[in-house]
Each structure stands twice: as structure tokens, then as C-alpha cells.
């Protein structure tokens, strides 16, 4: 079996060091883009759900809307609008965050932001708002205040109850962020356009392209399988 | 008023090409579906693997990986098999492979991979004493899965269904990179040629939210009829 492997390798055109290191940088290129997407969008997520969940409409109106907006149209059109739009700001090229938004990087980078704290918020506060009723009640009589019973008992609550949807959001990011070939960014799906376009090979190109992304996602389900099971460890049987 | 520089009938046009396309690859993704589902639930080993490894597949792989492997792959295969044709038989036999035929297929076949799932809950939320009863009658095999099985089903899968279509309908966007010209392509070519992307993007992704509203309400409405006599809150 290795003996056809090399042979396979010694004959073949596209899958040179070359080629190789296209994917390579592309997979970095993608690997960066999703991992900080995800992380701004779960910073900013956790207060926003928070606010989301209050009573006052005036508080929660404009993070519900926002949230809609989001989740209602598609990342492509929100990433045009960012990629295309901010150079249209009037005055913008003139300031240093031009320097920062040229880069088709960073718009990609606030769009899928952007987009992964809307949905992100929602999966959060629909946790929130299922927390027993009783958990609540014993962390009053313990006489904790608001923010200590946040702290205290209903996020990492939440937290358990949210990280089954989240996980699915995650992989839904890795698989939404192939679009930011589309704005010249050559990530894993751009690194693979380019071979394609340079072998006219469409199956090697996107097929191994696809197996990266297959070895992504399963890497990913592994680590949330592992963070589940530690999560709900106290929900474990007896003795097991 | 909104002034779309002349553009409005072709963004109109664009919309009908959307709407289509969400229509016809949900209509092929709840056909697959429903086989994958029946499939995972038989007793046949081969249709069960060949119906985990296809559910696998497509939920590893990103959908604008895939339609650029369909419609560029496609287009090699026809090439190749027109060519393998002229030689064999000498008939001219040639087409382009057109990015609404990809479109559709990609993302029929993604979301027949997520409706699979939500079929084969749906079917086992169906209690077995229900498709005894069935039997205990005579009913066929056929005759059970048409008259029992189906129409109970119908309210577990209602709402993940719901919630394919709208994911769906968000991902017929991206047929616009493989050169179909919907709603989102013409924008583009506005927006470009116009250097005026707020005033050509917002209409679009107005629309685009229209449509996930409205279908919200519709399936609000569904699975209000669907449980009509059964007793909530228990």
C-alpha cells in the first residue's frame, strides 16, 4: 500500500509542496477567521442575552431587533454590505481605521462576527430563560443579589442547557466562513478555487479541500463531546 | 421613493430566480429525506450505511465547497462524456452546465441530509402500538406508512422542517457565486457598477427577511392546524 501511495505522489501534478502550502495557509487563514469570530461573538453574546431577557422592552427591543435582522437575512449579503459598504463611508479613508478595513480580512472578520453574536445571543438566552424556577428562588433566599445569582447559579446553568446548540453553531461558522473567498481572502475554499483554476481540476481540488473541512468539523464534535460530558458530569449515573 | 437606477425589473426578476430555486431544492431535500429516513429506520444494513455515510458526508462538508464541486465537476463530467459520445457514436452532444441545475442539486442534497434527521425523529415519535394497530387491521406495509404513519408524523417533523426551510432559503444566497443570476448576483453588479452598496444590498436583504417572516407565520400557522385535537401543556 505505501509503495502505491508514492507512486501516486510521484506522478501527480497538482498535489505538489506547493499546492500543499496553498492549503496550509488557506487552513490558517481559516482556522483564524472562524476561532476569532467566535470568540468576539460570544464575548459580546453573554451580555447581550442578558439584556435580551430583561423586561423592559427598552432594553431588550433593540437587542431583539438586532438579532432579527441578523438571523433573518443572509451572511452573504451582510458580508457584501460590510465588505463594499465601509469603504463608502464618507471621511473613513481619511481616518486609521481605513488602514485596518482595507484589509478584506477585518470586514469579513465583523461580518461573521456580527452574524455568529446574533445567533449566539438567541441559543444563550433561550438557556437563560429555561432555568428552574427554583434555582432562582434558592439563590434569593441564600440573599444573593442580582449579579452574584447571574454569576453564581444562572449562567453556568445556562451554560450546560446552551452547549448542545452552540457546538452546531460553531461547525455552522467553520462552514459559513468558505464565503469569505468571495472577498479575495484565501482561505481554505479560496485556496482551493485557485487550484482549480490553475489545474482545471475540479474534483482533486475540491474534494480534498472538502476532506479538510470533513477533518474539521469531526476534530470540533470530538472537543464538544469532551466538554459536554465534563460539563454534565454530576448528571453521570452512579458508580460509572 | 426607492430609485434603483433602472435595475428594478432585473432585481425583481432576480427574486422570482430565488424563489424558484428555494422551492425546487426543497421540494427534491424533503424527497431525499423522507427515502434517507425510511432508509436509516429499515432493517437493511446496506441502505442504513448508505444513508448514515450520505448524512455524514454533506453535514462535514461547507455548501459553497460542494456547489463548486457540482458545478465545476459537473461541468468536467458533461464535458467529458460529450466528448466520449462524438467519438463512440458521432452526435453532437453538448450542454453548459447550468449553475440553477447545481444550485438546486447542492442544496437539495444538503438539506435532504438535515430533513433525514428530522424524519427519522419524527418517525420514531410515533408510538409502535400505533403501527401494531395497523397491522393487527391488515393494513399493508404501504397502506401503514400512507394512512398511520405518515400523518403522525407529519406534526413531529413540522417544525424542524420549518426550521430547514428558512435555513434553506438563507442558503439559495450563495448560488450568486457560481454565476446564476438571482436577486443577490444583480445587486452585486449594481451595487458595483453604481458604487452605491447600502442603496442595492438593503432591498435585497429586505426581501430576503420578508420571505423568513412570512414563512415564520405560515409555519406558525401549520402547526397549529397539525395539532388541532391534541391536548398541550401536559
Redesign the interface.
Known amino acids: 500500500m505505501p509503495d502505491f501511495i508514492a507512486q501516486w505522489l510521484d506522478q501527480n501534478e497538482i498535489f505538489t509542496a506547493m499546492t500543499i502550502m496553498e492549503y496550509w495557509n488557506g487552513l490558517v487563514n481559516t482556522v483564524q477567521l472562524v476561532f476569532l469570530s467566535l470568540v468576539i461573538g460570544l464575548v459580546f453574546a453573554i451580555p447581550l442575552a442578558i439584556l435580551r431577557t430583561s423586561k423592559n422592552p427598552l432594553v431588550s427591543g433593540p437587542v431583539w431587533l438586532y438579532t432579527y435582522?441578523f438571523r433573518?437575512?443572509?451572511?452573504?449579503?451582510?458580508l457584501?454590505?460590510i465588505y463594499?459598504?465601509i469603504a463608502?463611508i464618507p471621511g473613513i479613508q481619511e481616518t486609521f481605521w481605513w488602514e485596518i478595513f482595507r484589509e478584506p480580512f477585518y470586514p469579513a472578520l465583523l461580518a461573521f462576527a456580527l452574524n455568529t453574536c446574533a445567533y449566539t445571543t438567541e441559543i444563550i438566552r433561550g438557556a437563560i430563560v429555561s432555568t428552574p424556577a427554583g434555582e432562582i428562588e434558592a439563590a434569593k433566599a441564600y440573599g444573593m443579589n442580582w449579579w452574584l445569582r447571574m454569576r453564581r447559579i444562572v449562567l453556568p446553568s445556562a451554560a450546560r442547557r446552551a452547549v448542545q446548540a452552540y457546538s452546531n453553531e460553531v461547525?455552522f461558522m467553520?462552514?459559513?466562513?468558505?464565503?469569505a473567498?468571495?472577498v479575495t481572502i484565501v482561505d481554505l475554499?479560496g485556496a482551493?478555487?485557485n487550484i482549480?483554476s490553475r489545474f482545471?481540476a475540479?474534483?482533486d481540488a475540491?474534494?480534498f479541500?472538502?476532506l479538510l473541512?470533513?477533518a474539521l468539523?469531526?476534530i470540533l464534535v470530538f472537543a464538544f463531546r469532551k466538554l459536554e460530558n465534563h460539563l454534565l458530569r454530576h448528571q453521570r449515573p452512579v458508580g460509572s | 421613493m426607492l430609485d434603483l437606477k433602472g435595475y428594478g425589473p432585473e432585481l425583481l426578476d432576480g427574486a422570482v430566480v430565488t424563489i424558484e430555486l428555494a422551492f425546487l431544492s426543497l421540494a427534491l431535500a424533503l424527497t431525499l429525506g423522507l427515502i434517507g429516513a425510511s432508509s436509516k429506520l429499515s432493517g437493511n444494513r446496506l441502505a442504513k450505511a448508505i444513508a448514515t455515510f450520505y448524512t455524514t458526508v454533506v453535514r462535514g462538508i461547507p455548501d459553497l465547497v460542494m456547489m463548486l464541486l457540482f458545478y465545476y465537476g459537473g461541468q468536467v463530467t458533461v464535458n467529458m462524456l460529450s466528448d466520449w459520445i462524438w467519438e463512440a457514436y458521432e452526435i453532437d452532444f453538448f450542454f453548459q452546465f447550468d449553475p440553477f441545475i447545481s444550485g438546486v442539486v447542492t442544496i437539495g442534497l444538503i438539506f435532504g441530509a438535515y430533513m433525514t434527521e428530522t424524519f427519522r425523529g419524527a418517525f420514531l415519535a410515533v408510538e409502535t402500538g400505533q403501527i401494531e394497530a395497523a397491522r393487527a387491521y391488515g393494513f399493508t406495509r404501504w397502506h401503514t406508512f400512507r394512512r398511520v404513519m405518515f400523518p403522525q408524523m407529519l406534526r413531529h417533523a413540522l417544525p424542524g422542517i420549518g426550521n430547514n426551510w428558512q435555513v434553506l432559503l438563507k442558503t439559495t444566497a450563495l448560488v450568486s457565486i457560481i454565476g446564476l443570476t438571482d436577486m443577490v448576483r444583480v445587486a452585486e453588479e449594481a451595487a458595483k457598477a453604481e458604487r452605491m452598496p447600502f442603496h442595492f444590498f438593503i432591498p435585497v436583504a429586505a426581501v430576503y427577511l420578508i420571505l423568513t417572516a412570512g414563512s415564520e407565520l405560515f409555519i406558525k400557522w401549520l402547526n397549529k392546524r397539525a395539532n388541532v385535537g391534541v391536548v398541550q401543556g401536559s
Open positions: 435582522l433573518g437575512t443572509p451572511l452573504l449579503i451582510q457584501y454590505i463594499y459598504g463608502q461547525i467553520l462552514h459559513s466562513s468558505a464565503i473567498s468571495v475554499t482551493a478555487r482549480y482545471y475540479p474534483f475540491f474534494i479541500v472538502a473541512y470533513m468539523t469531526f
